[in-house]
């Protein structure tokens, strides 16, 4: 497949994300209005590029996350790149469980279906969820909103799906930034291999009540996002973001450790905190839910 000279130079705009909203762990993702923006020139040379804003100076080759999966779904596709040229203006944190690799795959996928002028369709989202092993986030960057995100256990291998939920109007987000950095393979490392039959059941009913909760009553939030599964396992790796949840939650904030953490995510109604929690040591960024999913214009084009 060949490209046209318009479709040798697209601008890819993907959102952060916060993943498990607490119940609802490798299940729940909600996309955050933070944006990376890359700008990808299909050139008949090597792959080079730029790093700009939160990763500045990162080598762009082969091994770079965009890259490889801009690569990968060419390949699916059946399009042929010599070679390419990337710019990536970056303004979600790394290495914080806001999302970053998982909106990396995203515009590469994004870009690869966009420069083999096919729309996006379930196999985007297999082609992203295969880089990151789970669903939640590259599904609410990939969709936008709330993300409801499952997987089958297929003999060939895990099949990912997810579906679109609209968010209640009146969440407004919180995130609460820390400068420490986590790596979501070591704290993944963390859980147990199995837990009890009781924390099993009690994770479903509060997973299902907090779809309810972010689409319907988010008065329901705080008892929602309730979580035995993973936070408190992982809670020495960094106790800062435990002490911080448990502070919100004991003043009626719906928060949560946002994936991997260490960022906290709280859901309100207002943009606001407590003023009696201690959040030194945070940067504390009130953010929009970003409802649109990836989006992908010529380059040189306005953008949000």
């Known amino acids: 497949m060949s490209l046209s000279p318009r479709e040798r130079s697209i601008r890819v705009t993907v959102a952060a994300s916060t993943a498990n909203l607490g119940s609802g762990f490798d299940a729940l993702g909600l996309a955050l209005a933070l944006y990376d923006r890359v700008e990808v020139t299909v050139t008949d040379g090597a792959v080079t590029g730029t790093v700009t804003g939160e990763g500045a100076g990162l080598v762009v080759d082969e091994k770079h996350l965009v890259v490889r999966a801009l690569y990968a779904t060419a390949d699916a596709l059946g399009l042929r790149l010599p070679g390419v040229t990337l710019t990536c203006v970056n303004a979600i944190p790394h290495a914080r ?53 499952w997987v089958d256990r297929d003999p060939t291998g895990p099949r990912y799906h997810a579906v679109r939920l609209e968010p209640h109007a009146a969440l407004r987000p919180v995130v609460l930034v820390p400068a420490e950095k986590s790596a979501t393979a070591l704290t993944r490392g963390l859980l147990p291999a199995t837990v009890p039959h009781a924390d099993a059941a009690f994770a479903a009913g509060r997973a299902a009540l907090a779809v309810h909760a972010f689409t319907e009553r988010p008065d329901l939030l705080l008892p929602a996002t309730a979580d035995v ?4 396992y992982r809670a020495d790796a960094w106790p800062n973001t435990s002490r911080v949840v448990r ?23 207002d943009g606001l905190l407590p003023p009696e929690v ?21 380059a040189g084009t306005n953008s949000r």
């Open 278 to 298: 201690d959040t030194s040591g945070f940067a504390v960024r009130p953010l929009e839910i970003a409802r649109d999913g990836v989006t992908v214009e010529p």
């Open 229 to 232: 599964l993973h936070q408190d």
């Open 247 to 269: 502070e919100l939650r004991d003043n009626g904030v719906a928060a949560t450790v946002s994936g991997a953490g260490p960022t906290v995510f709280a859901a309100t109604r």
């Open 97 to 149: 469980g806001l999302g970053s690799s998982a909106a990396a795959v995203v515009a590469g996928v994004a870009a690869g279906y966009a420069l083999a002028g096919r729309e996006r369709d379930d196999e985007a989202l297999e082609l992203a969820a295969s880089f990151e092993g789970h669903a939640d986030n590259v599904a609410a960057s990939l969709l936008g909103g709330l993300a409801l995100a």
